[in-house]
């Protein structure tokens, strides 16, 4: 389609690792798309390889029915040529040039005063990068890359370079900005938190291979397969055997504990997924809504800040997030025999090991 | 004193320096970015000063530029005289025997440019001229500093090719360094003294100059 990002290409690096991307992403539906994945993935490659920083070994890639690579015609825009903004991940500021000259370095026209007003950095105007805040220059980067009328933006991993409360504050000042400059943009980051704050649509890249791509909430409550759904952080991937079905509900085997979740005509092996946040503990059988009541014994509390990872043995190995305030009522501690409840709804189940689509 | 030699020596130092400026930056930059995989023999020949002897590039230099050898015949074309034992002939021997000098240092400063700082000139659509005369220039300062100031002072300090190439020819081819030898030769020691002591001086002074600037481009621009 005339909006979209298509890209197809590879390439290998040094050390025999390939980096793959075979997307398509609908430009005009998504004004942030994030790519997400562990460090290592090849995030940042695939973000040079599209900013033409590097060249894939065999390919395409096309913007907006204009091809930025062919391996198959040779073709291969210079990066300035591809009107791709790339704001790197320690910015690269210009440090001998002032804020307003780093602007200034790749305006189109007379923008650069408008810029500046609109990023914030006119009191700034006369300093050197080196004496701007970090996010100052973070914001001075983006700002630098706007000005240059981008078509696209490439963002590498934009927050890392701060420190944890700059970084918070800024997430969502850098959504309002990246909106604000209403130029598409495609964000690396590795932070879940990040993801979700700042994405419409999610990439997500294991091992140097782009494994799912849709809107982000989607793609973290029904990751395509086990990869994903380990690196978008469901705690629960559970092996598990369909063994009947009815009323539009599954009857599954999984370790020695039985589960239920709704029919969408999956059989044999499947891997169950549950996100901890969907697991509900208590001490007795609280009768509810909940499809699914397992007695078991906690093998394990772990406090992170307000909330507490509880590991359950029901027959099979469950992990639950709750809030350190239900781990202090509950008085849970080692050992002690309760209840995990699941809705069936919350289990979304992909295919088996060695079984494929 | 000799003020004629020492004129000279300025006079041969200030052309070299300049000379070796614009023909050895663009090397540098080849050096410094080409991908080529065989760069290493360029930068071994351009080295090769530092290691030969005076008298064995002298001796090259004064084959190469003699009446017979096309360089030779060319300048006679051209300009109608004879190279060897002429202020011309000194020139040329002096820009290759102090070229490792500015193309070292200046190769060093470019290639130490923070690669990232060009890909961003790049990615905002500055052409590689623009990119070099914005970026990577300006940050190479230190660098194209200490090419210049060694260049200018080891050509001051030259001595066995300028023998070679140029002989002992007072308001010609007289540098400072042979007027000293010459000053010994002649038994004349105070004469000796004052001119050692005053290229020692000088030699000094140069290097206290250029290690200042090396250190100030470490602290003019940290990084970010």
Redesign the interface.
Known sequence: MAGDLICRCRKRLAQGFTVEGDFTIPLDRAPVTVLFGPSGAGKTTLLRLL???ERPDAGEIVFRGRTWFDSSTGVCL????R????V?Q????????TVAQNVK??AHGNTSDAVLRQFGLVEFADRL??QLSGGE?QRLALA??VA?KPELLLLDEPLSALDLNSRVKLRHELRRMLLAAAVPSLVVTHDRTEAMALGDFMAVMVDGRLRQLGPVQEVFRRPADQETAIAVGIENVLPAEVESRSNGLLQLRAGQARLECVDRGESGAVLALIRAEDVTISRDLAPGSARNHLPGSVAGVAREGPVARVELECGLPLVALVTAQSVADLDLHLGQTVYAAVKATAIHLLPGPGTRE | MDWQAIFLSLRLATLTTGLLLVAGTPLAYWLAFSPRRWKFAVEAVVALPLVLPPTVLGFYVLIAIGPHSPIGALYRGLFGGTLPFSFGGLLVGSLLYSLPFTVQPVTAAFAGV?R??I?????????PWKTFI??VA??SRGGIGTGAILTFAHTVGEFGVVLMVGGNIAGSTRTVSISIYDQVEALDYAAAWHTSLLLAGFSFVVLVLAYSLGRRKGSL????
């Open positions: 900013a033409g920083l210079a990066p300035g040529r009107r791709a903004g790339f790197f320690d910015y690269a500021l210009f440090p001998h040039l370095f790749g990068p080196r220059q630098r890359a240059a | 923070d990232r700082l890909e961003a000139a790049r990615c905002l659509g500055a052409s914005r970026v300006p940050l621009w940290p990084a970010i």
